[in-house]
């Protein structure tokens, strides 16, 4: 059984710092990409961020060069590093897994799912 498991998440002031974790487990296959995606109640899910197994990136317009996406294979985890947090980032962040060597913002394209992690952002 394919687990995601975030964390990390939390509140912290306009121009602050935090790094979300997922923890990946049950998963057997090479083929994979990685996302973080956002969202805030009544809009839809939006892709953050995505890296696939050859550690490429790639990044939403409204976070390049703040937010930063890796990974640990030997941990199984991938990070989301967030400097100079803003409001507007304020929302349940979510990493999922999709299935392919491609990666995508597309969240229909993502098979399995963490349960999320809120992140406020106060002005």
């Known amino acids: 059984q394919v687990q995601l498991v975030e964390s990390g998440g939390g509140s912290v002031q306009s121009g602050g710092s935090l790094r979300l974790s997922c923890v990946v487990s049950?998963?057997?296959?090479?083929?994979?990409?990685m996302g973080w995606f956002r969202q805030v109640v009544g809009k839809e899910r939006e892709g953050v961020a995505t890296?696939?197994?050859?550690?490429?990136?790639r990044y939403a317009d409204s976070v390049n060069g703040r937010f930063t996406i890796s990974q640990d294979d030997a941990k199984n985890t991938v990070y989301l590093q967030m400097n100079s947090l803003k409001p507007e980032d304020t929302a349940m962040y979510y990493c999922a897994l999709r299935e392919s060597f491609y990666c995508s913002f597309e969240a229909s394209g993502y098979r399995y799912w963490g349960q999320g992690t809120q992140v406020t952002v106060s002005s």
């Open positions: 049950g998963y057997r296959y090479g083929r994979m990409c």
């Open positions: 890296i696939d197994t050859e550690d490429r990136k």
